[in-house]
């Protein structure tokens, strides 16, 4: 079996491509033969150290954690699934390695995959369709009829932010750069405007502030709001948790996983009112070059980098 894995925490040029043993699936495990994989900005993050105080210093440790395959072995106590479902979902954060042959994941972070999903459209959802759900459901109180604002539409998760809002009937605006305006309003998203616009332009006019970009201040998303709404961050630090503790409109997210979360963002993915783009798939075997070079320079732009394993 390969694995993209690293024995310290660093840049992309700690990156190997290495046989390792999987390890096998203990209670509540299941092991996944994967097909394919997403890359998401946390990779390389994680990768460079931000969170080693959940992720250890046990080297080596494997890559990347969305991704979709084939239930190879299952653990003692999991029901949901069994070996031969073709399946979508997330490692742990602690665990990671879906930038492989095969990943071990908790039953928990699995869930089938729509036979509508092709395994390359399949693992593009997981982290950013679970994120932006949670989000606007679970911190936003999500409800049709709302209108929602989404500072960053276009990116991953506010991308599918745009989507979930417009699907469970409420209206969308959201701010993006100037030069992909048309693809936002292509979207559904209206009024949309470009970062660094007035507040003053659109007060009042929102229930959900939901900033992904993590570029509104305060000041500006209060303006938004409308009496008793809500502002959403996904960044969370104890600034911003503590900011939450305290009365009024601000939420943060930390998404968890929910297979019942995860099972509806896949539903609504099979629908098609969920499409998250693909910007390029390259085989295992040449990963590290395409991962380095979307770290570096951020490309592809406009969808996902998707590793496969065939």
């Keep these: 079996m390969r694995r993209i894995q690293y024995h310290q925490y660093g840049g992309p040029e700690v990156m190997r491509l290495e046989e390792f043993e999987p390890a096998r699936p203990g209670a509540g495990d299941v092991l996944v033969r994967v097909r394919a994989a997403a890359a998401n900005p946390m990779d390389w993050g994680i990768r460079g150290g931000a969170m080693k105080m959940v992720t250890g210093r046990k080297f080596p440790r494997g890559l990347g954690y969305d991704f979709a395959g084939v239930v190879e072995a299952v653990g003692e106590g999991v029901t949901r699934l069994a070996v031969g479902d073709e399946v979508l979902g997330g490692a742990s954060i602690k665990a990671s390695g879906a930038f492989a042959d095969m990943v071990l994941a908790a039953e928990k972070g699995v869930v089938k995959k729509p036979a509508e999903l092709s395994f390359e459209e399949a693992a593009a959802i997981p982290t950013v ?49 100037a030069t992909v305006m048309q693809d936002a309003r292509d979207l559904g998203i209206d009024p949309t405007v470009e970062f660094g616009f007035d507040p003053e332009t659109l007060s009042g006019r929102f229930d959900i502030v939901l900033d992904t970009a993590h ?71 040449d990963a590290i070059e395409a991962l380095t070079e979307l770290e570096r320079d951020g490309t592809p732009k406009g969808g996902k980098l998707i590793i496969t394993t065939a």
Excluded: M, W
């Design 129 to 177: 369709g679970l994120t932006a759900f949670q989000a606007l459901t679970k911190k936003g109180n999500l409800q049709a009829g709302h209108t929602v604002f989404i500072n960053g539409c276009l990116g991953g998760v506010g991308r599918a932010a745009a989507q979930f809002a417009l699907a469970r009937g409420a209206s969308v605006g959201g701010s993006c750069r």
């Design 215 to 285: 570029t509104l201040s305060d000041k500006a998303a209060k303006h938004l709001l409308k009496p008793g709404g809500r502002i959403v961050g996904l960044h969370p630090t104890p600034a911003t948790f503590a900011k939450a503790a305290l009365p009024g409109p601000y939420r943060v997210l930390v998404a968890q996983a929910s297979p019942e979360d995860l099972e509806e963002v896949a539903r609504v993915a099979a629908l098609g009112a969920l499409r998250v783009p693909i910007g390029r798939t390259v085989p295992l075997t």
